[in-house]
């Protein structure tokens, strides 16, 4: 026998199905539901529907938008020359959130992994090469691409392959830095990341 | 570092406190009493892990959800650091002065190494428990080790998986080798940090090892590198770039990756004979000891101080004569507890040893004239 009438069960269980929700926070989160007034549970619903119905991938650089192209790629502000590759939308928010960066942005929606059944056609990547064309690109020639993927293995092999696919174009590729977190004491900083800022220092 | 006292609840069958000896301390009792759970106690204090099991809830006692090992350790004469590990279901905390600490910051308060028989496996075994034997030694040295094991154990496990995959799809071996290549690179890099530590880790040990210390016959070890016999190993990133070129078709064919560091082997010879098919399982153990200490003395000379020795069921490994070479040896090195369960060995060491008996898992000293550490730190050789 269920331990819960079977509408609540079904939620509960569509609640774990997201990410970083278990048992106990699904629950917590159908009774909440349960708590809240009809027009509250309207609004979310209407919400969810809408996110749907709006979003679609842009069709230059596959960031999520409502109007297509996005508003980065639609800007006449941005520097159309330089390129920076991230593996999702919200590392594009980590970068823009900088205030430097005023390039252009291709989203990957993912990384290489074979154990997660990723591999190279599985990334959004069919797009990259063809932005780098004048023609593609409001006649402005790409002059970098930065490689902006995680600084773990699978963003590594990423960076990569990609960095291969671009070599015969001869545009100039490059992988952001690792090391120390700038406004931290030494002190706080774990030992991978300190040795890899020891490995990477340069002369002044 | 000693371990001046350690307080358990409700590990496995242990409760209760007690207090060691900088030098020697003999924990005996019958057999099922908990002579060992003190020493996997020491053990997970030391490196959060039991040297028994891979799933910390087993050791929490029948009926309890909650297990504390909680030990005091003095770093030296003026500082003294509470260390515990809290196991609660599958999930262990760790803290330092009643603060919780990540893994990374805490381990390295405590090392110890361990005699078990368990670690046979290093002189008896296959590859994999000498590599390891190796790596635990390396991490000793450098904590960021940890990371690159890791990361290079990710790597494997992604371009096996690919091979698999690659397999199974019947792609071409230069459409695998093109999907392998952002794999190959990484693996190049972390394979060759790998090799490095290990070969400079295994010149420290040849350097440190007692050779002849249980008899005439002479240790020595060796790391053998999967790439020995197939070129220039002095620029092993070359060698290893060659090598994964040559063998697409061949890792394609197994489905898993055949080329790096993790298929090289430590070689132990007794006497220039390999241990592992050539040694009586008493040349074995010696070998392993011999092994063992050189590990404590590469610690020392690298962090000034002594890691922790501990040994289980010191008369089912070793004889008599070995025991006393052992001991001898240990005495004003290393914090040492050893377990065993004869009468005669407590006898024998009575005047030398801090004497614990063990049971049903309450551990009681018995009054001798060795002091506990609480009161006496002895010289600076033992801390």
């Not at chain 2, 020995?228 to 060698?239: F, H, I, P, R």
Request: charged share 25%; net charge negative.
């Amino acid at each position: 026998m269920l331990e819960y009438a079977e509408p609540v069960t079904k939620l509960i269980d569509e609640f774990k199905r997201l990410p970083g929700v278990g048992q106990k926070s699904a629950q917590r989160l159908a009774f909440h539901v349960l708590r809240m007034s009809e027009a509250e549970v309207e609004r979310l619903v209407a919400a969810l529907e809408e996110v749907k119905r709006k979003i679609v991938f842009c069709s230059i650089c596959n960031n999520l938008t409502d109007v297509d192209p996005c508003r980065f790629c639609a800007s006449t502000n941005r520097d159309r020359s330089i390129i920076c590759v991230v593996e999702e939308p919200y590392n594009l928010v980590a970068i823009e959130k900088t205030r430097s960066y005023h390039g252009l942005y291709h989203i990957l929606h993912g990384s290489l992994s074979p154990i997660r059944g990723i591999a190279p056609e599985d990334l959004r990547l069919a797009n990259l090469l063809p932005r780098l064309r004048p023609e593609n690109n409001d006649g402005v020639e790409v002059r970098e691409v930065i490689l902006a993927t995680n600084p773990n293995t699978e963003g590594e092999a990423t960076a990569s392959y990609i960095s291969r696919l671009l070599k015969p174009l001869g545009v100039r590729t490059t992988r952001i830095a690792m090391g120390m977190p700038v406004g931290s004491d030494l002190e706080y900083v774990d030992e991978v990341t300190m040795d890899k800022a020891l490995a990477n220092r340069h002369d002044i | 570092m000693l371990l001046e006292s350690l307080e358990v609840h409700n590990f496995r069958n242990l409760s209760g406190k007690v207090s060691w000896s900088p030098g020697l301390n003999l924990i005996f009792g019958d057999n099922g009493q908990g002579k060992t759970n003190w020493l996997e106690a020491i053990y997970l204090l030391a490196t959060t892990k039991s040297f028994r099991t891979q799933r910390p809830q087993e050791a929490i006692r029948f009926d309890e959800n909650l297990a504390i090992v909680r030990g005091v350790v003095a770093r030296s004469r003026e500082v003294q650091r509470e260390l515990q590990v809290t196991i609660q279901g599958s999930t262990k905390t760790l803290s330092v002065n009643s603060k919780r600490e990540a893994v990374a910051r805490y381990l390295g308060q405590l090392h110890t190494v361990a005699f078990t028989a368990d670690e046979l496996e290093v002189v008896r075994g296959g590859p994999d428990a000498r590599r390891k034997f190796l790596d635990r030694g390396v991490v000793s040295l450098h904590h960021t080790y940890v990371q690159t094991l890791a990361d290079y154990q990710r790597v494997i496990r992604q371009k096996n998986r690919l091979l698999q995959d690659a397999a199974d799809a019947e792609l071409s071996i230069a459409e695998t080798a093109a999907r392998l290549e952002p794999w190959n690179e990484q693996l190049i890099g972390l394979s060759a940090e790998i090799h490095r530590a290990r070969v400079d880790y295994v010149n420290r040990l040849n350097e440190a090892l007692e050779r002849k210390l249980f008899g005439h016959e002479e240790v020595s070890i060796r790391y053998v590198s999967s790439l020995e016999s197939k070129g220039d190993l002095s620029d092993y990133e070359a060698l290893l770039t060659d090598r994964l070129r040559l063998r697409v078709q061949a890792e394609m064919a197994a489905g898993y990756a055949l080329i790096g560091a993790h298929r090289d082997d430590l070689e132990i010879l007794f006497d220039g004979r390999d241990m592992r098919t050539f040694g009586s399982s008493g040349q074995q153990r010696s070998a392993l000891i011999i092994l063992d200490l050189a590990a404590v003395s590469v610690y020392h000379s690298w962090h000034s101080e002594y890691p922790l020795f501990l040994m289980d069921d010191v008369d089912a490994e070793l004889d008599r004569k070995r025991i006393d070479h052992l001991l001898e040896y240990l005495e004003g090195r290393t914090q040492t507890f050893v377990t065993t369960s004869k009468e005669g060995l407590v006898e024998r060491y009575a005047d030398r040893a801090y004497l614990v008996e063990v049971t049903n898992g309450i551990a009681q000293e018995i009054n001798t004239s060795v002091s506990k550490s609480s009161t006496v730190i002895t010289g600076t050789a033992g801390i």
